[in-house]
């Protein structure tokens, strides 16, 4: 089983915070069952994406876990003007060991026509996208039918099992269901736990 969004990476953004609690993470995933994590440090306002940081500690990572649990390297992409300029400049750049695959984030405000133009240019860069937490979104939980235009435009999207119970608001309450209703309806390309 492939993990593709974990915050591996110590001490570059808000997942873990050291050596030790990486590889307490990673001995948490091998006892789940997953073979391989894809590294996703955020790429936003609040945490700069250090790139030789993170791959020194990355390979860092690879080393102590070799034989144990394989490790890709990638990026939680925010959907910010400075980030897409370099994405676009910089094919690649962020994506899943560099083929091309993207996890990116939106903000809470940015969706809209403006979102599906950047969508369009990262697209058009050559990088195929994962929407990550869709479940958080407002605008989504108000209009769930955001996800199936995204899928229409090219894109895949995550879902966390056991939405909408971990949500500050109960949206889907009534539903009967546990379970997040894009997931009911085949809207969904990847889950998440």
Same mark, same amino acid.
């Given at each position: 089983?492939?993990?593709?969004?974990?915050?591996?990476?110590?001490?570059?953004?808000?997942?873990?915070?050291? $050596? &030790?609690? /990486? =590889? %307490?993470?990673?001995?948490?995933?091998e006892? #789940?069952? @997953?073979?391989?994590?894809?590294?996703? *440090?955020?790429?936003?306002?609040?945490?700069?994406?250090?790139?030789?940081?993170?791959?020194?500690?990355?390979?860092?990572?690879?080393?102590?876990?070799?034989g144990? $649990? &394989?490790? /890709? =390297? %990638?990026?939680?992409?925010?959907?910010?003007? #400075?980030? @897409?300029?370099?994405?676009?400049?910089? *094919?690649?750049?962020?994506?899943?060991?560099?083929?091309?695959?993207?996890?990116?984030?939106?903000?809470?405000?940015?969706i809209?026509?403006?979102l599906?133009?950047?969508?369009?240019?990262?697209?058009?860069?050559?990088?195929?996208?994962?929407?990550?937490?869709?479940?958080?979104?407002?605008?989504?939980?108000?209009?769930?039918e955001?996800?199936?235009?995204?899928?229409?435009?090219?894109?895949?999207?995550?879902?966390?099992?056991?939405?909408?119970?971990?949500?500050p608001t109960?949206?889907w309450?009534?539903?009967?269901?546990?379970?997040?209703?894009?997931?009911?309806?085949?809207?969904?390309?990847?889950?998440?736990?």
């Amino acid at each position: 089983m492939i993990d593709i969004h974990q915050h591996l990476v110590y001490g570059v953004d808000d997942g873990s915070p050291d $050596l &030790e609690t /990486s =590889l %307490a993470m990673a001995e948490e995933a091998e006892r #789940d069952g @997953i073979t391989h994590v894809v590294c996703t *440090p955020h790429s936003d306002d609040k945490y700069c994406y250090p790139r030789e940081i993170i791959q020194e500690r990355w390979n860092e990572l690879r080393e102590l876990l070799r034989g144990k $649990l &394989e490790l /890709s =390297l %990638a990026c939680d992409f925010h959907m910010s003007i #400075d980030n @897409i300029l370099e994405a676009i400049e910089r *094919p690649g750049s962020y994506s899943v060991n560099g083929n091309g695959y993207l996890l990116i984030e939106f903000s809470n405000n940015m969706i809209g026509p403006a979102l599906f133009d950047a969508v369009f240019r990262l697209q058009s860069a050559g990088y195929k996208l994962i929407v990550t937490h869709p479940e958080r979104y407002p605008a989504v939980h108000q209009r769930p039918e955001l996800i199936a235009e995204w899928i229409k435009r090219g894109c895949c999207t995550d879902a966390v099992d056991g939405s909408p119970s971990n949500w500050p608001t109960r949206c889907w309450s009534g539903t009967g269901s546990i379970f997040w209703p894009p997931m009911r309806t085949g809207w969904t390309g990847v889950r998440r736990t």
